[in-house]
């Protein structure tokens, strides 16, 4: 398997393929030859993007076969006005180029217990759709899918994905003028049928919305849960009290981890806020911290005398913590 | 200190039982390879995860584990599951895919970790495999289940030490839906099939009201394939007896009565579960083995006569709850006092015995 011993995949960008004039398709294949860990529809995978700024790591759906261990594929939109990893993707990356990206993991996976899967998508939200429901078709599994799309432009991967399965696929605003009725579409569903949401936050809401005034269950619902921030954000420094160091955490590392990588030692067992080993007093604060942790109470937290190194942040001026 | 793999030598005529007169011995090595589970001379429930990278060269350099007992455990299965069909191995329909993802990372682990044991040679979906150890050479397509004589979670862990319990994530708990439970600690799979975490984990004393179970949930609900965590666990067993569950309870509970503080030595096991949890990637399903070592009181005093000292201090100050749930409340005071003889008092490294400065088996 292409792996590091970090746990990090070497992809090579093999090909890159504009489908609509703002979303670009990536193909990836191991970097070394070897073959790729297989997922599950509805994974996503956290791209290392070198930009200007520093490496940006993004989070894409896959859009390719998950039981096709050769390849990867995600697609893309520019974000113009955004945190500048889709624009690096755009500007920066080229056919040939090897990107650094985590295992495939899935936060949004297809339900095994569903008679019936309907998938309604908007824009790029698409793109898990492609592996979800490339899954239900080897599976055998009944889906039928609502994709709602700006106009004509950028309708080339809802087309395709029409091509693919034909009816079971409904394009709107392809053609300038049918509309996505949600209250339609989940109207008069037997028990069993499990309906995913793709695309921003509004649709989330209206699709969520409409179903629950038709008595749907929360069970039979299902919508990417949260993103996958892990514990990066934005950088800030602490101070060590006992050796009176001062670390700069970068965006790409945790607390814990810059702390290592100073030579400096904290405890630590789960990695992942969950078991409370890292747990270190906070002397000075100027500012917040951002909680990731699922150890502190919430009145712990409220206290800010507490912080999780392994996955909890600082937006402040000053920290200063008792290691 | 510990033995390669290479060298071990694989014990075939070992038992597990009582009809077979439960013939089995570690040898010296074997016992200070063990990952011993504890770190302090107080013993209390913990969120003991940490990553499962490897560690030393004892039971914790594999992905899963082997040692001198594969074989003799492996035939120890083959035997349980003729004698009770249905009940210690179960899979539920919707499970298949994790099957195979669980074959998969049993035997690329076994191949990886040991080359001259296993071979995995993959062309495409054509499988070979080869498992010198049991002398098995078969080839399979991977994922069409009608190429192999039985399940392929049934024909993949006959071939593996420890059980196997497969979790599937469904309305963000976790739910059992397969196993291979020839080896469980007085539970029973059929029973507990189609339960959900905190309904599996409901007779744990404690356990609720220290709010360990909501936070391991979370934890274990974002594992991501490629980082598997590991914990370990332990409990005391009367007899080198691998099979103690609910439905046997009759044949084995009464041995209980048989330990008195001269023979709780010989009689007395220390049962290590060593647990490493890795997220299935293509059913996001979720593996949680239980690899358990069986090792006698006298045992530890003659090859680890450190490890002897600490476990005579942890039962000695264990909480009654904890004595009760383990189930050995009747032979507790037997034990801490066949061991008292071999403590004497002296400071212990504290940290599992894979940590740095951590529990040596014997020496400062």
Redesign the interface.
């Known amino acids: 398997m292409s792996e590091s011993q970090h746990g990090a995949l070497k992809l090579r960008v093999k090909s890159i393929e504009a489908v609509t004039p703002e979303i670009n398709r990536y193909t990836f294949c191991p970097a070394d030859d070897s073959w790729l860990p297989p997922f599950s529809g509805g994974s996503h995978l956290t791209v290392l993007i070198p930009s200007e700024e520093g490496t940006k790591r993004n989070a894409y759906s896959l859009m390719s076969s998950p039981y096709d261990t050769s390849q990867y594929q995600i697609a893309v939109r520019r974000v113009d006005d955004g945190k500048g990893g889709s624009l690096a993707m755009h500007n920066n990356v080229r056919e040939g180029d090897v990107l650094l990206a985590g295992i495939p993991a899935n936060l949004f996976p297809v339900s095994k217990h569903a008679r019936h899967h309907v998938f309604i998508a908007g824009g790029v939200g698409i793109t898990p759709v492609f592996a979800q429901v490339e899954e239900l078709s080897l599976k055998g599994s009944p889906f039928e899918l609502h994709l709602a799309v700006r106009g004509p432009d950028h309708a080339a991967l809802g087309c395709e994905l029409k091509e693919r399965f034909g009816d079971q696929v409904t394009l709107y605003g392809h053609d300038g003028q049918s509309r996505l009725n949600t209250m339609e579409i989940l109207a008069g569903r037997p028990l069993g049928t499990h309906a995913y949401i793709c695309g921003p936050t509004r649709m989330i809401d209206d699709v969520v919305t409409s179903a629950h005034s038709l008595g749907w269950s929360d069970a039979n619902i299902h919508f990417e849960r949260f993103e996958d921030l892990g514990s990066t954000g934005d950088p800030f420094s602490v101070t060590l009290a006992r050796s009176g160091a001062v670390i700069e955490v970068s965006p790409e590392q945790s607390l814990l981890e810059a702390v290592e990588e100073a030579g400096h030692k904290l405890p630590y067992l789960c990695r992942g806020g969950a078991c409370g080993e890292c747990e270190t007093e906070v002397l000075e604060l100027d500012g917040t911290i951002d909680h990731r942790d699922d150890w502190l109470s919430e009145s712990d937290r409220a206290t800010c005398k507490l912080i999780m190194p392994c996955v909890s942040r600082a937006t402040c001026t000053k920290l200063v913590i008792n290691a | 200190m510990t033995t390669a793999p290479e060298t071990t030598a694989f014990k075939t005529n070992e038992t597990y039982t009582p009809e077979g007169d439960y013939q089995f011995r570690n040898s010296a090595e074997g016992v200070r390879r063990l990952p011993f589970p504890f770190p302090d001379d107080d013993y209390m429930y913990?969120?003991?995860?940490?990553?499962h990278v490897p560690a030393g060269d004892g039971a914790l350099r594999a992905a899963f584990d082997i040692d001198e007992h594969y074989v003799s455990e492996c035939a120890h299965r083959d035997q349980m599951l003729r004698d009770m069909p249905g009940v210690h191995y179960l899979a539920l329909p919707?499970m298949m895919e994790a099957q195979w993802d669980l074959l998969e990372l049993i035997f690329e682990s076994y191949a990886r970790d040991f080359p001259e044991q296993f071979t995995l040679t993959k062309n495409g979906n054509e499988w070979r495999w080869q498992n010198r150890l049991l002398g098995i050479d078969d080839s399979f397509t991977f994922g069409d289940p009608a190429t192999l004589p039985m399940d392929p979670m049934e024909y993949a862990t006959r071939q593996a030490q420890g059980e196997f319990v497969v979790l599937?994530?469904?309305?963000n708990t976790l739910v059992i839906g397969a196993g291979m439970t020839t080896q469980r600690a007085d539970y029973s799979l059929k029973f507990n099939l189609g339960m959900s975490f905190f309904e599996f984990h409901g007779p744990v004393p404690k356990l609720h009201d220290m709010g360990i179970l909501?936070?391991?949930l979370?934890?274990l609900l974002?594992m991501?394939?490629?980082?598997p965590?590991r914990r370990v666990n332990w409990s005391l067993t009367v007899n080198p007896r691998l099979e103690t569950s609910v439905e046997t309870l009759p044949e084995w509970a009464p041995d209980r009565a048989t330990v008195d503080s001269e023979n709780a030595g010989e009689k007395v096991y220390l049962r290590i579960e060593l647990q490493p949890l890795h997220?299935l990637?293509?059913?996001?399903a979720i593996v949680f083995p239980v690899r358990t070592y069986l090792v006698s009181l006298a045992e530890l005093v003659q090859h680890a006569p450190n490890w002897a000292k600490r476990i005579h201090r942890a039962l000695a100050s264990l909480d009654h709850e904890l004595v009760d749930y383990k189930g050995f409340h009747r032979y507790h005071a037997a034990a801490v006092e066949w061991l008292s003889q071999y403590d004497d008092g002296a400071p212990l490294a504290t940290g599992y015995p894979w940590a740095p400065d951590g529990i040596q088996p014997n020496g400062q």
């Not at chain 2, 913990?46 to 990553?51: D, V, W």
């Not at chain 2, 991501?224 to 980082?227: D, F, L, N, V």
Request: proline share 11%.
């Open positions: 913990s969120m003991n995860l940490e990553p919707h599937e994530e469904k309305d909501d936070r391991a979370k934890f974002r991501k394939p490629g980082h965590v997220r990637p293509r059913s996001n």
